[in-house]
C-alpha cells in the first residue's frame, strides 16, 4: 500500500526513529499505527541485542536529593559516545530515570527497568532510544540513600563523577558537606572509618609491606613493626575521616569536621563512569 508522507513524519513524531526506518515500518503493518510503533520498538531490542558486545562507557551521571536533605537518589545510564550523552533529548530521558527512582524508591537497575514512565516501561524506553539512536545503551547503577541526618550530593562537572555523602546529624552549612562529598569524589577513600576497610585487604598490604621490608634486609620483628607503621599511612590514604583535607593539608577530614562543630560522615557512595558496572 501507498505510504504518505504526512504518516511517515506522523510516526516520525511519535516515536522520533529515523524517517526511513517509520516507512519501512509503516509498510510492513499495512499502515497501522501501533503495529508500526511495535515494530519499531521490535527493531530497537534487535538492535541492543546486536550491539550487546559493544563497551557502553561514555553517559551521565545524575543526582537528585529531596529538599530535607533526608532522601537522594543518584544514576548512572550509559552509552557508547559522548556525543549520545550531551544529547538533549537523551540527558532528559535519563533526568525522567532519575525522577522514576527517587519516587518509587528503586534502588537498583533491575527493579527500575520494571517502572512506567509516560505508560512505558523504563526497559521498553531504552530499547526505543537504541533502536533510535543505534548504541547499546543501558542503566548500570542506581543508589538510593535515606537518612535521619544529613544528605549532601555533589555532581562532578561534565556528569562523569558523582557523590551522595551521608551526615550523622544536622549539618547547618552545606559548603561543609559539598567539601566532605569533593574530598570523596577526588581522592577515592575505601570506607569512611578503619573498621569499613575489607580485612583481606589489609592484611595483603600488611604482607606486601613487610616482604618489601624483609626484602631490603630488615630482621624478621623490625619488619613486622615497620610494617604496621606503612599499614598506618595507607589508612590515612584510603580512610576518609583520616585523609588529609584536600583544601588544607594540616587537618584531616575529621578535624576539619570537628572544626567546624559539624556531624561526622556516616556513610558514601561514589559513581564513576565504567567503574561500577
Same mark, same amino acid.
Given at each position: 500500500?501507498?505510504?504518505?508522507?504526512?504518516?511517515? *513524519?506522523?510516526?516520525?513524531?511519535?516515536?522520533?526513529?529515523?524517517?526511513?526506518?517509520?516507512?519501512?515500518?509503516?509498510?510492513?503493518?499495512?499502515?497501522?499505527?501501533?503495529?508500526?510503533?511495535?515494530?519499531?520498538?521490535?527493531?530497537?531490542?534487535?538492535?541492543?541485542?546486536?550491539?550487546?558486545?559493544?563497551?557502553?562507557?561514555?553517559?551521565?551521571? /545524575?543526582?537528585?536529593?529531596?529538599?530535607?536533605?533526608?532522601?537522594?537518589? /543518584?544514576?548512572?545510564? $550509559?552509552?557508547?559516545?559522548?556525543?549520545?550523552?550531551?544529547?538533549?533529548?537523551?540527558?532528559?530521558?535519563?533526568?525522567?530515570?532519575?525522577?522514576?527512582?527517587?519516587? $518509587?524508591?528503586?534502588?537498583?537497575?533491575?527493579?527500575?527497568?520494571?517502572?512506567?514512565?509516560?505508560?512505558?516501561?523504563?526497559?521498553?524506553?531504552?530499547?526505543?532510544?537504541?533502536?533510535?539512536?543505534?548504541?547499546?545503551?543501558?542503566? $548500570?547503577?542506581?543508589?538510593?540513600?535515606?537518612?535521619?541526618?544529613?544528605?549532601?550530593?555533589?555532581?562532578?562537572?561534565?556528569?562523569?563523577?558523582?557523590?551522595?555523602?551521608?551526615?550523622?546529624?544536622?549539618?547547618?552549612?552545606?559548603?561543609?558537606?559539598?567539601?566532605?562529598?569533593?574530598?570523596?569524589?577526588?581522592?577515592?577513600?575505601?570506607?569512611?572509618?578503619?573498621?569499613?576497610?575489607?580485612?583481606?585487604?589489609?592484611?595483603?598490604?600488611?604482607?606486601?609491606?613487610?616482604?618489601?621490608?624483609?626484602?631490603?634486609?630488615?630482621?624478621?620483628?623490625?619488619?613486622?613493626?615497620?610494617?604496621?607503621?606503612?599499614?598506618?599511612?595507607?589508612?590515612?590514604?584510603?580512610?576518609?575521616?583520616?585523609?588529609?583535607?584536600?583544601?588544607? $593539608?594540616?587537618?584531616?577530614?575529621?578535624?576539619?569536621?570537628?572544626?567546624?562543630?559539624?556531624?561526622?560522615? *556516616?556513610?558514601?557512595?561514589?559513581?564513576?563512569?565504567?567503574?561500577?558496572?
Amino acid at each position: 500500500m501507498s505510504i504518505s508522507a504526512a504518516d511517515v *513524519k506522523k510516526l516520525r513524531d511519535m516515536t522520533g526513529a529515523g524517517m526511513m526506518d517509520c516507512k519501512k515500518a509503516l509498510a510492513e503493518a499495512d499502515g497501522n499505527f501501533d503495529a508500526a510503533v511495535e515494530l519499531l520498538r521490535k527493531k530497537g531490542q534487535q538492535v541492543s541485542e546486536k550491539r550487546s558486545d559493544r563497551e557502553a562507557n561514555q553517559g551521565l551521571i /545524575l543526582s537528585r536529593i529531596s529538599d530535607d536533605k533526608k532522601k537522594a537518589a /543518584l544514576l548512572e545510564i $550509559n552509552c557508547e559516545t559522548d556525543f549520545v550523552a550531551r544529547n538533549e533529548e537523551f540527558q532528559e530521558d535519563a533526568e525522567k530515570f532519575l525522577d522514576a527512582a527517587f519516587d $518509587n524508591d528503586i534502588d537498583n537497575a533491575g527493579d527500575l527497568l520494571q517502572i512506567e514512565v509516560d505508560g512505558l516501561s523504563i526497559e521498553k524506553h531504552l530499547e526505543e532510544m537504541v533502536g533510535k539512536i543505534g548504541e547499546k545503551i543501558e542503566i $548500570n547503577n542506581v543508589i538510593l540513600s535515606t537518612t535521619d541526618g544529613t544528605l549532601v550530593d555533589y555532581i562532578h562537572p561534565g556528569n562523569q563523577l558523582g557523590v551522595l555523602a551521608e551526615f550523622d546529624g544536622d549539618l547547618t552549612d552545606e559548603n561543609i558537606g559539598k567539601d566532605v562529598a569533593m574530598q570523596v569524589a577526588a581522592m577515592k577513600p575505601l570506607s569512611v572509618t578503619r573498621d569499613g576497610v575489607d580485612s583481606s585487604l589489609v592484611e595483603k598490604e600488611l604482607e606486601i609491606a613487610k616482604d618489601q621490608l624483609l626484602n631490603e634486609g630488615k630482621p624478621e620483628h623490625i619488619a613486622e613493626q615497620a610494617a604496621k607503621g606503612k599499614l598506618r599511612r595507607f589508612y590515612e590514604e584510603r580512610v576518609l575521616l583520616e585523609q588529609k583535607f584536600v583544601k588544607d $593539608n594540616s587537618v584531616s577530614v575529621q578535624e576539619y569536621l570537628e572544626k567546624h562543630d559539624a556531624p561526622l560522615v *556516616k556513610s558514601f557512595h561514589r559513581l564513576q563512569l565504567g567503574e561500577n558496572a
